[in-house]
């Protein structure tokens, strides 16, 4: 095994299981519902699902894009099943959650990309579990302004589009986005008055230089969130890890992040999107109310 494909003693997450991994687990089956915890490998799917936590994934689990670092399944996906928000929602209810995250694979067949199932979702969840926050971590609509008014006008607590990686790796990782559109997609949102978040990898060959430009351009807009992770290949057909960052770096991302003007930056080796993402919201309702 190559030096650069032997993972670091820091990247070692503990084994799933315990009572109430297993209970979020046969919820989430019985339910017949999608978690981006397993479609995506998530490395850290035993120490959240033994917090009673679960980033749900709707529309499906077939992406109709086929970005190069993600292990979610891509193809033709099905049609959209309409009774999906309110099983997410009993979920929530059942899982006793005070802070939900939904997300969704992309769903370019579509006309609004989801936009409407994304909206039934945070209401539902509003309707059956009051005082649930409700975060959504949204695709980009193609670029549909009226599919993204749909997601706003539900108005999550939190609304999360993240740019994954830094611009010059766009044509490299993720063909079919567009880093200038995942933009207009924060600055809406963050026009509108909602809470915004965005998270990025590093270990593809980005630059500190890279790194940095874009911290500042989400401090203009200004993003509230941004979580920083280390890209890990889910399968050798996904693009190679070019580095891996240790923690100390990341430390050291968080505290330039914050310096230019990011309120939170939530920074370490395998930190994904909706990591403490609970803790995150406290966070922004404590600092709301001094």
Request: charged share 25%; net charge positive; proline share 7%.
């Amino acid at each position: 095994m190559s030096q650069i494909n032997r993972r670091p003693a820091w990247l070692k997450v503990r084994l799933s299981g315990g009572h109430t991994y297993r209970t979020v687990k046969e919820l989430v089956n019985r339910s017949r519902l999608h978690t981006v915890c397993q479609s995506a490998r998530c490395p850290n799917i035993g120490e959240c699902w033994a917090r009673r936590t679960a980033t749900f994934m709707i529309l499906g689990d077939l992406c109709t894009r086929n970005c190069r670092f993600c292990a979610v399944r891509t193809g033709k996906p099905l049609g959209v099943d309409w009774e999906e928000p309110f099983r997410v929602a009993r979920a929530v209810q059942e899982l006793n959650l005070r802070h939900a995250v939904i997300t969704s694979v992309t769903r370019d067949d579509l006309p609004d990309g989801g936009a409407e199932v994304f909206a039934r979702t945070i209401r539902e969840i509003r309707s059956m579990v009051p005082g649930c926050s409700v975060e959504v971590l949204i695709p980009d609509f193609q670029g549909s302004p009226d599919a993204l008014q749909t997601v706003i006008e539900a108005k999550p607590d939190i609304l999360n589009h993240n740019l994954e990686v830094v611009p010059r790796l766009y044509p490299k990782a993720r063909p079919q986005a567009d880093y200038q559109r995942s933009l207009w997609v924060l600055k809406t949102s963050r026009q509108a008055g909602l809470v915004t978040k965005t998270g990025i990898m590093v270990g593809l060959g980005e630059t500190r230089k890279e790194l940095e430009t874009l911290f500042r351009e989400l401090a203009e807009i200004p993003v509230d969130i941004l979580t920083i992770g280390q890209y890990l290949q889910p399968t050798p057909k996904h693009l190679p890890v070019e580095r891996y960052y240790p923690p100390e770096e990341f430390q050291e991302l968080k505290q330039v992040g914050e310096a230019m003007g990011i309120f939170h930056v939530e920074s370490g080796p395998l930190v994904r999107s909706s990591y403490h993402a609970d803790e995150q919201i406290r966070k922004l309702e404590q600092a709301a109310q001094r």
